[in-house]
């Protein structure tokens, strides 16, 4: 007799095989991004006296919904629920805040939503079936995974035009950028590997094999390690940034999908689809330091910037797990859409109440600090170039 998570696993399974590969991957994609607000295009001024905190935002995107919550975090609320594409899988923010990015495996497609208006203002066609995204560091670029055309897209934020595309391996799944180095991760789920690309050419310089059908894939905030998930081995593999070798492996839990770091480097969560549980490792050690009940089927991990709070998203349970960073344990259970994917995670705080604006003099033009902090990362990379 199967098992109720093998039934689950069969009837999703059946919803992907009519996009091809995915049959072969339990299906248990989550897309959690936590933004802490936006860019705000005008100078602005809090009033005397308006000391209540600000609030911040979980994005959480909802597959068979084709919707993105949007979590206020301060009170655990669903405030707003955005339509996208067909079959919305992945997610991920500009550094600003100020935009976010969904692949829509449904329709080829990554919708770009405006985060001051929660309304999407671009659609880009992308290649064959995308599902992994990432933002470059200076948010210039998006690097989006093709499961069936073994590819990466790589589109100008700027322009929202793809500008390249890049061969690697077979079935490519989640993809991570360096955060201080041009190299960017991707996870092969048929190859058994890892390609990294020199994103000043846009080529595969290095493949890494790693466990069996690896998924998850992120950089410690140092940019010195890369870590994997590997669903079929039940481990995580650690890669030395500077060699492109594994130097460690990690025992996880049953089926270890997505995976997060805080930002000090200090503990990675990882969750465990079949477990129902996030496992806590610790970055020095490399050990399983904690582990922790969440709802059913966990994939997408999301940890706040303050490194506070964990945000895990239960596909079988259509929640979102809120876990104390302090305590390892959960302390709210938010019910979103259907079947949740993610991860991401911002730094700029939407406004508690509406701005002064404060005018400048005539003649002297004003960029938004997203449209600055763009520009200077655009010239940036053209130097490098």
């Given at each position: ?15 992907f ?84 990015y ?47 055309s ?8 700027l322009t ?41 050419t ?22 010195a ?16 940034a500077?060699?492109n ?27 465990n ?25 966990p ?15 239960n ?13 390892n ?15 991401a ?11 002064i604006?404060v005018?400048?003099?005539?003649g ?9 902090q ?7 990379r053209?130097?490098?170039?």
């Open positions: 007799m199967r098992s109720a998570i093998e039934n689950h696993h069969r009837k999703l399974s059946g919803r095989q009519r996009h091809g590969r995915w049959s072969r991957v339990r299906p248990s994609l989550a897309a959690v991004v936590i933004a802490t607000g936006l860019a705000v295009p005008t100078v602005t001024a809090v009033p005397a006296g308006a000391a209540a905190p600000s609030p911040r935002y979980v994005y959480v995107v909802n597959s068979q919904s084709g919707t993105v919550s949007v979590i206020n975090t301060m009170t655990n609320k669903v405030v707003t629920t955005i339509p996208v594409g067909d079959n919305p899988l992945e997610v991920a923010f500009s550094p600003s805040g100020a935009r976010i969904v692949t829509n495996q449904g329709t080829d497609t990554v919708s770009v939503i405006n985060t001051t208006t929660n309304k999407v203002i671009a659609n880009i066609a992308v290649d064959d079936h995308p599902l992994g995204i990432a933002i470059s560091p200076f948010g210039t670029r998006a690097y989006v995974t093709n499961t069936q073994d590819t990466v897209t790589v589109i100008d934020a929202n035009r793809v500008i390249d595309v890049i061969p690697v391996g077979h079935n490519p799944f989640r993809v991570a950028a360096s955060p201080n180095r041009p190299r960017v991760y991707v996870t092969n789920q048929d190859s058994d590997t890892v390609s990294v690309i020199n994103t000043m846009n080529r595969v310089i290095a493949t890494v094999p790693v466990g069996h059908h690896p998924f998850g894939v992120v950089a410690s905030p140092s940019g390690r890369v870590y994997v998930t590997n669903q079929d081995s039940d481990t995580v593999s650690v890669i030395d500077v060699t070798k594994v130097v460690a492996t990690i025992p996880a839990g049953r089926h270890p999908f997505r995976i997060a770091i805080t930002p000090d480097g200090a503990r990675a969560y990882v969750t689809l079949d477990s129902d549980l996030v496992s806590v490792i610790d970055a020095v050690t490399n050990k399983v330091v904690a582990t922790i009940p969440v709802g059913h089927n994939f997408g991990v999301a940890i706040s910037p303050s490194g506070a709070r964990v945000y895990v998203t596909l079988g349970a259509n929640t979102v797990s809120v876990i104390d960073a302090v305590t344990k959960v302390v709210a259970t938010i019910p979103v859409g259907d079947e949740p994917f993610g991860v995670a911002a730094s700029i705080v939407r406004p508690s109440r509406a701005p604006t005018r400048r003099p005539q002297r033009p004003h960029r938004s600090e997203a449209t600055s763009e520009g200077q990362g655009q010239g940036q053209q130097r490098q170039g």
